[in-house]
């Protein structure tokens, strides 16, 4: 079982940059494929990006392809989430997770452990 705690969101104003960090304990990362979730106020939990196992594949929403980054360093047991261009709409809070499968997955259920969030305000 691995535990999942997220930092690095805040308060910034449109068009800012933030970058996320989830770091992993009670087991190596590398034996997880990772991703960021997002949810915002009365709204449902909304997939961001995944990485696989060893980095060489990432998968983006389109609301964040080209402005957000996904990456991973198994050797800190950290997934990083750089978020550039931020817009109001990107206000959320953000979720680290980790499947145990190999594959990239868009979807809540594909995923296995979660971190408790962390948020990010978008000010226009």
């Known amino acids: 079982q691995v535990q999942l705690v997220e930092s690095g969101g805040g308060l910034v104003q449109a068009g800012a940059s933030l970058r996320l960090s989830c770091a992993a304990s009670?087991?190596?990362?590398?034996?997880?494929?990772m991703g960021w979730f997002r949810q915002a106020p009365g709204k449902e939990r909304e997939f961001v990006a995944a990485?696989?196992?060893?980095?060489?594949?990432?998968y983006y929403a389109a609301s964040v392809k080209g402005r957000f980054t996904i990456s991973r360093d198994n050797a800190k047991n950290t997934v990083y989430l750089q978020m550039n261009s931020l817009k109001p709409e990107d206000t959320a809070v953000y979720y680290c997770?980790?499947?145990?499968?190999?594959?990239?997955?868009?979807?809540?259920?594909?995923?296995?452990?979660w971190g408790q969030g962390t948020q990010v305000t978008v000010s226009s």
């Open positions: 990485i696989n196992r060893n980095g060489g594949s990432t």
């Open positions: 009670g087991r190596t990362l590398s034996v997880y494929a």
């Open positions: 997770v980790a499947a145990r499968t190999a594959g990239l997955a868009a979807n809540v259920d594909g995923y296995d452990y």
